[in-house]
């Protein structure tokens, strides 16, 4: 039995689908059922909650692998599952993490990462684990300002970056989730091209068949309020306007083989991803 934590989420929803069309035994973690209406009915749902530990054993109960994807800041939600999973004697975890852990010196959404990385080693139980750079998804972020006057925010200015699609992400814990030979491992997952926005909104505005303007910001506070209009809380706000900075000054755009060489194929482009998605930033 295979737990999914985050099953909701871009990473985990693709993760339950492929798992669900290997045959593989699943069951998804969710605090609102409604929310998993679209994932693969064979998929066993449990009610639970990471933040509520008496709700975890019965979630945990016969697991015997499990993919651990915790949010937002802090390691509580990832040292209550680790106890959840000591218990129920889990055997292998597979670990959604940040390539940000790789930072010198370390930035804060790094941080936090590592904190999580280092508690699920020293459970003691075999892990995977993985470290994605930017989601295509992000684009997902630009959605306000693209519905409603037709343009995207700019953080990153001359920074590029190399984006991976979260379908591949779920294909890599896929394979460790049902394979041997992944324990111990940490792969570092990034697509194969480089993009700066402008470059990216290029893109997506070819395919949703509309011009799309590109304001570079003058503060990356700018792009805060933007994404959480009702206020963020100040150490999360203070970790993405350093992630920007950090950004901006890549001009070169960090990438990795890694999706390559254990799916045996390229990862998806994002040029595909934006035509899969076209209803999203099309529609009002």
Do not use: K
């Not at 639970?48 to 015997?64: H, K, N």
């Not at 590592?114 to 972020?141: Q, V, Y």
């Not at 409603?148 to 970056?161: C, K, V």
């Amino acid at each position: 039995m295979i737990l999914v934590t985050g099953a909701t989420g871009n990473v985990g929803r693709e993760l339950v689908r492929q798992l669900a069309a290997q045959d593989a035994e699943v069951r998804i973690l969710v605090r609102d059922p409604a929310r998993a209406a679209a994932l693969p009915a064979r998929a066993e749902r449990v009610v639970a909650d990471l933040d509520d530990p008496a709700t975890l054993t019965p979630a945990f109960a016969g697991v015997d692998r499990l993919f651990l994807l915790t949010p937002g800041i802090g390691t509580e939600q990832t040292a209550r599952a680790i106890a959840a999973a000591r218990a129920a004697g889990v055997s292998r975890i597979v670990h959604l993490s940040s390539f940000n852990v790789l930072g010198d010196p370390m930035p804060a959404m790094g941080r936090w990462h590592h904190e999580r990385e280092e508690a699920i080693r020293a459970s003691g139980i075999p892990a995977t684990i993985l470290r994605p750079g930017g989601f295509m998804t992000n684009a997902f972020d630009w959605l306000p300002t693209i519905h409603e006057e037709g343009f995207i925010l700019d953080p990153a200015g001359p920074g590029r970056f190399a984006p991976i699609d979260p379908a591949d992400i779920a294909a890599v814990a896929a394979l460790a989730l049902t394979e041997d030979g992944h324990q111990g491992q940490e792969y570092v997952l990034t697509g194969e091209e480089t993009f700066t926005v402008t470059e990216q909104a290029r893109i997506l505005a070819e395919a949703i068949g509309r011009p799309l303007e590109v304001r570079e910001v003058a503060t990356p506070q700018e792009v805060v309020r933007a994404r959480f209009p009702h206020g963020a809380p100040p150490a999360l706000a203070e970790a993405i306007i350093e992630g920007f900075t950090l950004m901006r000054a890549d001009t070169t755009g960090f990438r990795t083989d890694t999706v390559r060489r254990l799916l045996g194929r390229a990862p998806g482009t994002f040029a595909d991803w934006c035509a899969r998605n076209t209803a999203a930033f099309t529609a009002r």
